[in-house]
Protein backbone atom coordinates (compact mmCIF):
# COMPACT_ATOMS: atom_id res chain seq x y z
CA UNK A 1 0.00 0.00 0.00
CA UNK A 2 1.18 3.40 -0.86
CA UNK A 3 1.90 5.93 1.96
CA UNK A 4 3.18 9.46 2.34
CA UNK A 5 2.85 10.61 5.88
CA UNK A 6 3.58 14.03 6.98
CA UNK A 7 4.96 15.41 10.01
CA UNK A 8 6.44 18.65 11.67
CA UNK A 9 3.98 21.17 11.70
CA UNK A 10 2.62 23.13 14.41
CA UNK A 11 2.33 26.42 15.92
CA UNK A 12 5.28 28.54 15.41
CA UNK A 13 5.72 32.43 16.07
CA UNK A 14 6.31 34.66 13.11
CA UNK A 15 9.94 34.43 12.06
CA UNK A 16 10.40 31.05 13.14
CA UNK A 17 11.34 27.98 11.76
CA UNK A 18 10.00 24.61 11.37
CA UNK A 19 11.17 21.72 9.22
CA UNK A 20 8.48 19.08 7.89
CA UNK A 21 8.89 15.65 7.14
CA UNK A 22 7.45 13.12 4.73
CA UNK A 23 7.72 9.54 5.02
CA UNK A 24 7.22 7.51 1.67
CA UNK A 25 6.62 3.85 1.47
CA UNK A 26 4.56 1.42 -0.89
CA UNK A 27 6.43 2.62 -3.88
CA UNK A 28 10.24 3.51 -5.81
CA UNK A 29 10.58 6.76 -4.05
CA UNK A 30 13.54 7.36 -5.67
CA UNK A 31 12.35 7.23 -9.54
CA UNK A 32 9.76 10.09 -8.15
CA UNK A 33 9.88 14.06 -8.38
CA UNK A 34 8.34 15.09 -5.14
CA UNK A 35 6.09 18.06 -4.71
CA UNK A 36 5.07 20.44 -1.38
CA UNK A 37 1.80 21.77 -2.13
CA UNK A 38 0.01 23.91 0.71
CA UNK A 39 -3.99 24.89 1.11
CA UNK A 40 -4.55 28.22 3.45
CA UNK A 41 -7.36 27.72 5.32
CA UNK A 42 -10.49 28.12 3.42
CA UNK A 43 -8.10 29.03 0.50
CA UNK A 44 -7.19 26.44 -2.78
CA UNK A 45 -4.20 24.59 -3.34
CA UNK A 46 -0.63 26.38 -4.29
CA UNK A 47 2.41 24.36 -5.28
CA UNK A 48 5.59 25.34 -3.32
CA UNK A 49 8.06 23.00 -4.50
CA UNK A 50 9.52 20.30 -6.24
CA UNK A 51 12.85 18.17 -6.16
CA UNK A 52 14.07 16.18 -8.67
CA UNK A 53 14.79 12.02 -8.80
CA UNK A 54 18.21 12.63 -7.27
CA UNK A 55 17.79 15.80 -5.57
CA UNK A 56 19.95 17.55 -8.41
CA UNK A 57 17.02 20.14 -8.90
CA UNK A 58 14.15 21.98 -7.22
CA UNK A 59 12.08 24.60 -7.94
CA UNK A 60 10.36 27.13 -5.72
CA UNK A 61 7.18 29.24 -6.06
CA UNK A 62 8.04 33.19 -6.14
CA UNK A 63 6.64 33.88 -2.37
CA UNK A 64 8.97 31.21 -0.60
CA UNK A 65 11.83 31.45 -2.75
CA UNK A 66 15.48 32.37 -0.27
CA UNK A 67 13.29 30.77 3.12
CA UNK A 68 12.20 27.15 2.21
CA UNK A 69 14.52 24.49 1.33
CA UNK A 70 13.59 21.31 0.29
CA UNK A 71 15.06 17.88 0.21
CA UNK A 72 15.17 14.83 -0.05
CA UNK A 73 16.96 11.61 1.34
CA UNK A 74 16.73 8.68 -1.22
CA UNK A 75 18.16 6.03 1.24
CA UNK A 76 15.59 6.86 4.15
CA UNK A 77 12.75 6.71 1.72
CA UNK A 78 11.79 10.66 2.90
CA UNK A 79 11.06 14.51 1.66
CA UNK A 80 12.10 17.24 3.59
CA UNK A 81 10.58 21.00 3.89
CA UNK A 82 13.14 23.56 5.96
CA UNK A 83 10.80 26.63 6.35
CA UNK A 84 12.43 29.68 7.75
CA UNK A 85 11.54 33.06 8.17
CA UNK A 86 7.49 32.35 8.33
CA UNK A 87 4.97 34.40 7.77
CA UNK A 88 1.29 34.41 8.53
CA UNK A 89 0.95 33.99 5.64
CA UNK A 90 2.41 30.58 5.57
CA UNK A 91 -0.38 29.29 7.64
CA UNK A 92 -1.76 26.50 5.51
CA UNK A 93 -1.83 22.45 5.41
CA UNK A 94 1.15 20.90 3.62
CA UNK A 95 0.61 18.45 1.52
CA UNK A 96 3.24 16.33 0.22
CA UNK A 97 3.06 14.38 -3.02
CA UNK A 98 4.57 12.21 -5.84
CA UNK A 99 5.29 13.28 -9.23
CA UNK A 100 5.73 11.11 -12.36
CA UNK A 101 5.54 12.37 -16.12
CA UNK A 102 2.86 15.11 -14.90
CA UNK A 103 0.84 13.29 -12.19
CA UNK A 104 0.70 13.78 -8.77
CA UNK A 105 0.06 9.87 -8.50
CA UNK A 106 0.45 10.04 -4.53
CA UNK A 107 -0.72 12.62 -2.08
CA UNK A 108 -0.47 12.72 2.02
CA UNK A 109 -2.82 13.71 4.19
CA UNK A 110 -1.16 16.51 5.21
CA UNK A 111 0.80 18.29 8.30
CA UNK A 112 -1.03 22.00 9.54
CA UNK A 113 1.43 25.29 9.94
CA UNK A 114 0.05 27.89 12.06
CA UNK A 115 2.09 31.06 12.08
CA UNK A 116 0.69 33.03 15.09
CA UNK A 117 2.38 35.41 17.76
CA UNK B 1 2.38 36.81 -13.31
CA UNK B 2 0.13 34.47 -15.30
CA UNK B 3 -3.12 33.52 -13.38
CA UNK B 4 -4.72 30.24 -13.67
CA UNK B 5 -8.64 30.48 -14.13
CA UNK B 6 -11.63 28.36 -13.10
CA UNK B 7 -15.04 28.89 -12.80
CA UNK B 8 -15.33 29.69 -8.91
CA UNK B 9 -18.54 27.46 -9.18
CA UNK B 10 -20.68 24.80 -11.13
CA UNK B 11 -23.87 23.06 -10.44
CA UNK B 12 -24.84 19.66 -12.33
CA UNK B 13 -28.46 17.92 -11.82
CA UNK B 14 -27.74 14.00 -10.94
CA UNK B 15 -26.72 12.08 -14.07
CA UNK B 16 -26.09 15.42 -15.58
CA UNK B 17 -22.87 16.18 -17.92
CA UNK B 18 -20.62 19.37 -16.70
CA UNK B 19 -17.57 20.94 -18.46
CA UNK B 20 -14.91 22.53 -15.86
CA UNK B 21 -12.68 24.56 -17.50
CA UNK B 22 -8.69 25.54 -16.69
CA UNK B 23 -7.74 28.46 -18.45
CA UNK B 24 -5.20 31.63 -18.36
CA UNK B 25 -5.06 34.90 -17.84
CA UNK B 26 -2.81 35.72 -20.62
CA UNK B 27 -2.88 33.02 -23.97
CA UNK B 28 -4.26 29.75 -24.54
CA UNK B 29 -3.78 26.10 -22.65
CA UNK B 30 -2.65 23.56 -24.64
CA UNK B 31 -1.33 20.13 -24.15
CA UNK B 32 2.32 21.33 -23.56
CA UNK B 33 1.16 22.72 -20.00
CA UNK B 34 0.66 19.05 -19.03
CA UNK B 35 -2.88 20.23 -17.26
CA UNK B 36 -3.80 18.33 -14.13
CA UNK B 37 -6.97 17.66 -12.55
CA UNK B 38 -7.49 17.45 -8.56
CA UNK B 39 -10.78 16.26 -6.73
CA UNK B 40 -10.84 17.26 -2.53
CA UNK B 41 -13.68 17.18 -0.67
CA UNK B 42 -13.42 18.84 2.32
CA UNK B 43 -11.17 18.04 4.84
CA UNK B 44 -9.72 15.67 2.55
CA UNK B 45 -6.16 15.76 1.21
CA UNK B 46 -6.80 15.92 -3.21
CA UNK B 47 -7.06 13.24 -5.37
CA UNK B 48 -5.93 13.33 -8.90
CA UNK B 49 -8.40 12.32 -11.59
CA UNK B 50 -6.38 13.46 -14.88
CA UNK B 51 -3.17 13.98 -15.94
CA UNK B 52 -1.21 15.10 -19.03
CA UNK B 53 -4.45 16.47 -20.15
CA UNK B 54 -6.41 13.49 -20.48
CA UNK B 55 -4.92 10.35 -18.72
CA UNK B 56 -7.01 9.04 -15.98
CA UNK B 57 -5.01 8.16 -13.17
CA UNK B 58 -5.53 4.69 -11.62
CA UNK B 59 -9.05 3.96 -10.30
CA UNK B 60 -10.70 6.83 -11.76
CA UNK B 61 -14.03 6.17 -13.90
CA UNK B 62 -13.99 6.58 -17.19
CA UNK B 63 -16.98 9.26 -16.76
CA UNK B 64 -14.27 11.67 -15.77
CA UNK B 65 -12.58 13.02 -19.24
CA UNK B 66 -10.05 15.54 -20.06
CA UNK B 67 -9.42 17.37 -22.82
CA UNK B 68 -8.65 20.75 -24.67
CA UNK B 69 -11.47 22.88 -26.08
CA UNK B 70 -10.27 25.94 -27.36
CA UNK B 71 -8.05 28.00 -25.22
CA UNK B 72 -8.66 26.07 -22.35
CA UNK B 73 -8.08 22.58 -20.80
CA UNK B 74 -11.32 20.80 -19.79
CA UNK B 75 -12.51 18.37 -17.27
CA UNK B 76 -15.98 17.11 -18.56
CA UNK B 77 -17.88 14.40 -16.17
CA UNK B 78 -20.84 12.70 -17.92
CA UNK B 79 -23.82 10.99 -15.37
CA UNK B 80 -22.72 13.21 -12.50
CA UNK B 81 -22.96 11.47 -8.61
CA UNK B 82 -23.77 12.95 -5.82
CA UNK B 83 -20.17 11.92 -4.46
CA UNK B 84 -18.66 14.19 -7.40
CA UNK B 85 -19.44 17.54 -4.91
CA UNK B 86 -16.26 18.22 -4.53
CA UNK B 87 -13.85 21.31 -5.17
CA UNK B 88 -12.03 20.75 -8.42
CA UNK B 89 -8.29 22.02 -8.85
CA UNK B 90 -6.25 22.21 -12.17
CA UNK B 91 -2.53 22.70 -12.20
CA UNK B 92 -0.61 23.69 -15.61
CA UNK B 93 3.46 23.33 -15.55
CA UNK B 94 4.88 26.42 -16.71
CA UNK B 95 7.90 25.10 -17.45
CA UNK B 96 11.58 25.58 -15.26
CA UNK B 97 9.75 22.97 -13.35
CA UNK B 98 7.29 25.32 -11.76
CA UNK B 99 3.31 24.08 -11.71
CA UNK B 100 0.61 26.50 -10.58
CA UNK B 101 -2.81 25.69 -9.72
CA UNK B 102 -5.99 26.97 -10.58
CA UNK B 103 -8.18 29.06 -7.75
CA UNK B 104 -11.05 25.86 -7.89
CA UNK B 105 -13.97 24.96 -8.97
CA UNK B 106 -16.82 24.17 -6.75
CA UNK B 107 -19.17 21.51 -8.12
CA UNK B 108 -22.69 21.16 -6.28
CA UNK B 109 -25.09 18.00 -7.56
CA UNK B 110 -28.73 18.99 -6.84
Known amino acids: EVQLVESGGGLVQPGGSLRLSCAASGFTFSTYWMTWVRQAPGKGLEWVAN????????YYVDSVRGRFTISRDNAKNSLYLQMNSLRAEDTAVYYC??????????WGQGTLVTVSS | QTVVTQEPSFSVSPGGTVTLTCGLS?????????PSWHQQTPGQAPRTLIY???TRSSGVPDRFSGSILGNKAALTITGAQADDESDYYC??????????FGGGTKLTVL
Open chain 2, 52 to 54: NTK
Open chain 1, 97 to 106: ASQSSGDFAY
Open chain 1, 51 to 58: IKRDGSEK
Open chain 2, 91 to 100: ALFMGSGIWV
Open chain 2, 26 to 34: SGSVSTTYY
